[in-house]
C-alpha cells in the first residue's frame, strides 16, 4: 500500500567550540529572505493516493473537495509570519458549513513490471466491502468528522483500448461516490483524512485535503 509521506528538512546537530559559535553568529545576517507564496484555491481541494486490497487487487483514488461559494477567489499566502487564508482582503478563519466531497476509484496495476503476474481488477465485492472513515487532523491531532450524508455511488464500465479477438478480459469498472460533509465550525488550517479500511478493518488507502 503506498501512503503519503510529507517529509520535513533534516538538521544534522554537531559540536561546536566557542570559535566556531562566533563564526556562526557572524555568518547569521547572511541567511537569506523567506520568500512570501501565494496559492490559488479556487475550484477546490484536491487528493489522490494509491491503495490495495489484502492480497488482492490495487487501486487508485483521485478526489475533490468542492462548495459552489466558500472556494471562489479563496487564496493561502505563506510568509515569514505564517499562514492566512485570504478572499481578497477579509481573512477566512473557518471552513464553510457543508463541503461537497467526490472520489473517483479504479483500478491500477500493482507493478509495471513485465515479469510480475497481471493482478486481478478491482471487483464489485472489493469496492463493496470497503469502509471510508473521515476525520479532521489539526497538528498530530485526530477526531472524527461530523456524520456525513449517504454517498450517492455511480459505477462505470471501462472498456478496452484495444477489443480483443476473444471475449476473455475480465471487465473492469471506476466507481464515483458523492457526499456533502458538515464542517461547520471546523478551523480552516485543519486538513480532511480519508481511510479506506478492508473487511477485516486493514487500512488498504489514506490520504488527505488540506487547503
Known sequence: MKRVLFLGAAFALVALNPST???????????????????????????????RIPNGACFRINGEVTDHVFFEKLKRIDDENGTK????????TEYPPKLDVSILIHDVPCSFLLKDKTTEPLTKEDVRNLRLRLFWKHGVELRPTARFTEPVMHIREL??????????LQKRYEWNL????PSEGVPIEDSLVFVFESAD???TARTSARL
Open 201 to 203: 478493518g486493514s487500512v
Open 85 to 92: 487564508y485570504l478572499r481578497g482582503t477579509v481573512a477566512v
Open 159 to 168: 472498456q478496452p483500448n484495444i477489443t480483443p479477438e476473444a471475449n476473455d
Open 21 to 51: 559559535l562566533t563564526c556562526a553568529q557572524k555568518s547569521r545576517p547572511e541567511l537569506r529572505h523567506v520568500g512570501r507564496t501565494v496559492w490559488n484555491l479556487e475550484g477546490g481541494v484536491f487528493f489522490a493516493t494509491d491503495g
Open 178 to 181: 458523492n457526499f456533502v460533509l
